[in-house]
């Protein structure tokens, strides 16, 4: 069978192991006459053949022998300084080994060094020596350098390579050098392609500014990689990057040609005219990859001119659909007149943003022009949606005021004494309601306070609210409804004694609750007021109360 290969460097220093064995062997066969220098292992050891080389009892050294002796202990603490760096570095495993095995073998040549003086005594020769090997572990040190080409050599801006040296590489890391290298030659065809053969530039300067922007941008990352590569890295990774880095670049000076997105107005007749109704945005489809895929710019930008088109088209379609007060025919006419004029200017304008970033390059323009877009929009028709939901709001809030004030009137107005009950019971109220009748005041402050919480909170709406103007997608009956049932679960809270408030001299126990209607409106009017903190307030009573359950 025959004997595997091993390579160049590790035979090296095999040989130095084996000279030096051979060596201490020669030593100890020369007797034992008296040695002034002996060399022993170091403990601990702080690296593979770590030594000390000390002096006999009662040796004294001369000037030469302590210069010997400082420049093979810098030399140590060299490699062992050396590496510690290299384990905090996390360097790519061919590195790491390439250097472990020149550290090796370093100090075993250090070593010998060093124990052919301990044999021999003489100074000159091992200084000698250790020169040699402090230069031959400075030439031979391994190591992957990444270093720029120069300008006049370069055959693109920020061109670098990679140079391995002393360091065998695996095929997973060639393989990466490979897929970097056939990126890097990309860049600089590139560079090629943008001039004719008669040298004038097939481009206009704008789009070979682009393109150069692109090609550095890649680059940089490139470099940014076999950083990576040489601290660890993953080559597989690398290489996997490296693809992408070029596809992504591929896309990117293609879509300086071509345009990925087909942006559309969707028209209807009405009176005769072409009116715009929607916008469609398309993919044109049979682009070469990856330019077949979005740039996550404009992904966003889509997202967002999609969200723009729906409120926009809901405020219009609810403002053609809803019936105008006075209830008018031409005011009906008129208000879907302006919903489509409305609804047919700012598709128009959209549709002009969507041009500018999606079929153009102007991705940061466009947002920004998006964002005027909703600013006008906001401006224009914030004020009428806000008005017209106070109004109905307050239409309802006053429709439930007035039916709890009448309903706690009735009851109020009927009250009979205890003699007028026993004599003419049929002609009193229930007792209950009587008893209960505060929490109609509650009720009626609560919707009240409804509409002003409105009111005093919605100040200005923004752009995405207009559409959907409450948060919880109630409408007003609903809303003041849902308002009104917490308020009525905090007075029960207030009527059993379970909690009790005081502000002042305001207390909203159960007996000042029962016996003062001003109480019960103030309560109902702070509960509408805070109607979201409301909600939140019961939920986190209901569950300390089941939690007190589960508890006992």
């Known amino acids: 069978m025959r004997r595997a290969q091993l390579p160049q460097q590790k035979k090296d220093v095999v040989a130095v192991c084996s000279r030096s064995r051979r060596r201490r062997s020669s030593v100890r066969t020369k007797g034992r006459r008296s040695m002034k220098y002996q060399v022993s292992d170091h403990v601990p050891a702080r690296f593979d053949h770590d030594f000390d080389l000390v002096p006999a009892a009662g040796v004294v050294p001369t000037a030469a022998e302590r210069d010997l002796l400082g420049k093979i202990e810098t030399a140590l603490e060299v490699i062992s300084a050396g590496r510690k760096a290299d384990d905090a570095a996390r360097l790519c495993p061919a590195l790491a080994e390439a250097r472990k095995r020149w550290w090796f073998a370093t100090a075993a040549q250090l070593r010998e060094a060093a124990e052919h003086f301990a044999s021999t005594q003489n100074v000159d020769l091992t200084l000698e020596r250790v020169a040699t090997i402090d230069a031959e572990r400075r030439r031979s040190e391994p190591d992957i350098v990444i270093e720029s080409i120069p300008v006049a050599e370069a055959r693109f801006a920020k061109e670098f390579r990679v140079d391995p040296r002393q360091c065998p590489l695996g095929q997973p890391d060639q393989d990466y050098l490979t897929a970097l290298k056939e990126v890097l030659d990309v860049l600089a065809a590139d560079v090629k392609k943008e001039k004719k053969s008669d040298g004038s530039p097939r481009y206009s300067d704008a789009v070979l500014r682009e393109r150069a922007v692109y090609r550095e941008a890649a680059a940089d990352e490139l470099r940014e990689d076999a950083i990576n590569f040489r601290k660890g890295t993953a080559p597989v990774v690398l290489a996997s990057n490296a693809r992408f880095i070029n596809g992504k670049y591929r896309g990117l000076v293609d879509r300086l040609g071509g345009r990925l997105f087909a942006v559309n107005i969707k028209y209807e007749k009405r009176d005769g005219k072409d009116v715009a109704v929607d916008l469609k945005i398309g993919v044109n489809e049979g682009l070469p990859p990856p330019n077949d895929t979005p740039s996550v710019e404009k992904q966003d930008?889509?997202?967002?001119?999609?969200?723009?088109?729906?409120?926009?088209?809901?405020?219009?379609?609810?403002?053609?659909?809803?019936?105008?007060?006075?209830?008018?025919?031409?005011?009906?006419?008129?208000?879907?007149?302006?919903?489509?004029?409305?609804?047919?200017?700012?598709v128009r304008k959209l549709a002009g943003i969507a041009g500018l970033g999606l079929e153009g390059p102007h991705v940061d323009l466009a947002k920004k022009a998006l964002i005027g877009l909703k600013?006008?929009?906001?401006?224009?028709?914030?004020?009428?949606?806000?008005?017209?939901?106070?109004?109905?709001?307050?239409?309802?809030?006053?429709?439930?005021?007035?039916?709890?004030?009448?309903?706690?009137?009735?009851?109020?107005?009927?009250?009979?004494?205890?003699?007028?009950?026993?004599?003419?019971a049929?002609?009193?109220?229930?007792?209950?309601?009587?008893?209960?009748?505060?929490?109609?005041?509650?009720?009626?402050?609560?919707?009240?306070?409804?509409?002003?919480?409105?009111?005093?909170?919605?100040?200005?709406?923004?752009?995405?609210?207009?559409?959907?103007?409450?948060?919880?997608?109630?409408?007003?009956?609903?809303?003041?409804?849902?308002?009104?049932?917490?308020?009525?679960?905090?007075?029960?809270?207030?009527?059993?004694?379970?909690?009790?408030?005081?502000?002042?001299?305001?207390?909203?126990?159960?007996?000042?609750?029962?016996?003062?209607?001003?109480?019960?409106?103030?309560?109902?009017?702070?509960?509408?007021?805070?109607?979201?903190?409301?909600?939140?307030?019961?939920?986190?009573?209901?569950?300390?109360?089941?939690?007190?359950?589960?508890?006992?």
């Not at 979201?532 to 089941?546: D, E, V």
Request: glycine share 8%; aromatic share 10%.
């Open 301 to 346: 930008l889509y997202v967002q001119i999609d969200n723009a088109m729906t409120v926009i088209g809901t405020v219009c379609r609810q403002l053609e659909e809803r019936t105008p007060v006075p209830y008018r025919v031409d005011a009906i006419a008129a208000a879907k007149q302006r919903a489509r004029s409305l609804l047919d200017e700012y």
């Open 426 to 552: 049929a002609q009193c109220p229930s007792p209950w309601w009587n008893e209960h009748k505060t929490f109609l005041l509650a009720a009626a402050g609560a919707s009240l306070g409804t509409w002003l919480s409105f009111a005093i909170r919605r100040l200005d709406l923004p752009f995405d609210d207009l559409a959907l103007l409450d948060e919880h997608s109630l409408d007003p009956p609903f809303r003041i409804a849902f308002v009104v049932a917490l308020t009525l679960m905090a007075c029960l809270l207030f009527w059993t004694g379970a909690l009790n408030i005081e502000i002042g001299n305001l207390k909203t126990g159960s007996e000042s609750f029962k016996a003062t209607g001003s109480i019960a409106l103030v309560v109902g009017l702070f509960c509408g007021l805070s109607e979201r903190a409301l909600a939140t307030a019961m939920s986190n009573r209901g569950a300390a109360f089941i939690a007190g359950l589960v508890g006992r």
């Open 375 to 424: 600013l006008e929009f906001a401006g224009r028709e914030a004020g009428r949606i806000k008005n017209d939901y106070v109004r109905r709001l307050g239409a309802w809030a006053a429709l439930f005021f007035i039916g709890f004030l009448v309903a706690y009137a009735a009851i109020r107005s009927g009250t009979c004494s205890v003699t007028m009950m026993k004599e003419h």
